[in-house]
Every structure is written in structure tokens, then in C-alpha cells.
């Protein structure tokens, strides 16, 4: 129903790099994965939490 095809993805690639630039393109792709991560942790139930894992966080 929502599905998301190849033509879909490329035209969303090209407006985020419209309104975002090419050099921010990668600061927005990390900042995107973090959140997700963040989600995917605050869903999980407490008792399948695994113990968290170092992460370099350079900026």
C-alpha cells in the first residue's frame, strides 16, 4: 500500500540534497540514524535490552 520504489527514493535524494546541500548531506544521514537508534531503544521492552555498546561520537 505504501510502498516505496526506486523512482520514490530518488526523488526524495534529490530534494534533501536541494534543501540540505551536498555537505551537510552525510551530518543529516548520521543525525537521522541516531534518532532511529534512539526509537528502536525506547521500544524495545526492558527485559531484551542488551548492555550498550561503545559508539564514537566525533563532531
Known sequence: ???????ELVVLLFIVMIVF???????????????????KNAVKP???EEP???TDKTE
Open 52 to 54: 550498550p555498546t561503545k
Open 21 to 39: 546541500g551536498a555537505g551537510k548531506l552525510p551530518q543529516v544521514g548520521r543525525s537521522f540514524g541516531t534518532a532511529i537508534n534512539e526509537f
Open 1 to 7: 500500500m505504501w510502498g516505496i520504489g526506486t523512482t
Open 46 to 48: 526492558k527485559d531484551e
